[in-house]
């Protein structure tokens, strides 16, 4: 990484700015000038395990500089930014961390709405920067190991698609509460659907855009939130001229928690537990031919991958796995699946922006 950037600008530090934070100085060390456009400056260290470090400061701890002005900041000249902050509030700065021509590591989902894309969109192609929209959930070997067998046909034709993510909400972060982060508001563009938009971003890349999306679901259950908790997804994806449903069910909810694919095809069957870092492949007759455990598999591997594919992009300039072009797929499915929610209607994605 000789000639990688050093200066890095994070907006946001929460448990997952400071994850990527942890990783960086992993990757880096004090090679990483690491800077912090905080606004509510909460400054408690959270560890791996998401629980709080008592007495630390995450300042001290991770050596960051904190400006409570984000033009101060970028007078800094940074050369990556992390935008980190709630969903709402994603564009804005990374518009104007684009056109200071900074590289862009950009936490999912892009935004909450379709506001100011186009002109980041141009901001980055015309600077020529990088673009990174933060899927991690693309490095999870279970769901590389998918993707190369679907490529080459592992199970033929694919006639039916079931994925599942569901968790309880309030056990997400231990050291707050629940109904305060933005995963609870809609002014801060939370909701399960957005929140917990991987499987719909990994569906993308699995099984390409959808023409049209039906979905079911809402604020169904008792938290203390004012966005939906639950989302049944039905999508109507195609593959050599031949429509097959894809079905994403996403909650706040599950006691234990669950995360699996399910891909039939008219040659045999794949099932993975994204949990359990499982695979297993059935062929056309019922038969076990494959059974792969990552048992070695740590989830924090994913993010350090990620981060470094982001830096290996800046100093090789290769466009990355995740384009800000993806991203906005993502978020057409699910600003559709919302918009089928509210209306009870299927949605047609040529007509949702």
């Known amino acids: 990484m000789t000639n990688s950037p050093r200066k890095f600008l994070f907006a946001g530090l929460g448990s997952i700015g400071q994850r ?30 998401l629980g709080v470090e008592p007495d630390g400061r995450v300042e001290e701890k991770y050596d960051i500089r904190v400006c409570r002005d984000l033009g101060e900041a970028l007078a800094g000249k940074p ?17 104007r961390a684009a056109e200071a021509g900074c590289h862009l590591f950009i936490e999912k989902p892009l935004s909450h709405d379709c506001d100011g894309i186009e002109d980041l969109m141009k901001a980055v192609e015309s ?65 399960v659907v957005l929140a917990q938009s991987h499987e719909l971003d990994y569906a993308y890349w699995l099984f390409g855009m959808p023409r ?15 966005v939906e908790d639950t989302a049944s997804i039905l999508m109507e994806c195609e593959a050599d001229g031949r429509a097959f449903p894809v079905h994403v069910q996403l909650d706040y909810i599950q006691r234990p928690p669950s995360r699996t694919c399910e891909v039939i095809g008219d040659e045999g069957k794949i099932l993975v537990d994204l ?24 989830r924090n591997q994913m993010f350090l991958d990620e981060l470094q594919h982001f830096l290996d992009c800046i100093e090789n300039g290769r466009a990355p796995l995740v384009t800000l072009f993806d991203g906005l797929q993502s978020l057409r499915m699910a600003r559709a699946a919302k918009l089928s929610l509210t209306s009870g209607n299927p949605v047609e994605l040529s007509d949702c922006l």
Not at 213 to 225: D, Q, R, V
Not at 278 to 285: L, N, S, T
């Open 212 to 226: 049209r999306i039906f979905a079911l679901g809402g604020h169904l259950s008792s938290l203390e939130i004012d």
């Open 20 to 49: 990527h934070v942890r990783n960086l100085r992993s990757l880096l060390g004090s090679r990483a000038d690491i800077t912090a456009f905080r606004v509510r400056g909460l400054s408690h260290v959270i560890s791996e395990k």
């Open 275 to 298: 949990r359990e870092s499982g695979i297993r492949v059935f062929d056309g007759k019922g038969n076990l031919s494959e059974a792969t455990l990552f048992e070695d598999f740590q």
């Open 127 to 191: 600077r020529r920067t990088v673009a990174y929209v933060a899927y991690q959930m693309r490095f999870h070997p279970c769901l590389q190991r998918l993707h190369t067998l679907l490529a080459r046909g592992a199970v033929g034709r694919v006639t039916a698609v079931r994925i599942e993510l569901g968790e309880y909400m309030p056990g997400w972060h231990p050291y707050e509460d629940y109904r305060d982060t933005y995963a609870a508001k809609r002014e801060f563009g939370g909701g």
């Open 79 to 95: 050369d990556a930014v992390f935008v980190c902050n709630p969903n709402s509030l994603h564009v804005p700065v990374a518009l």
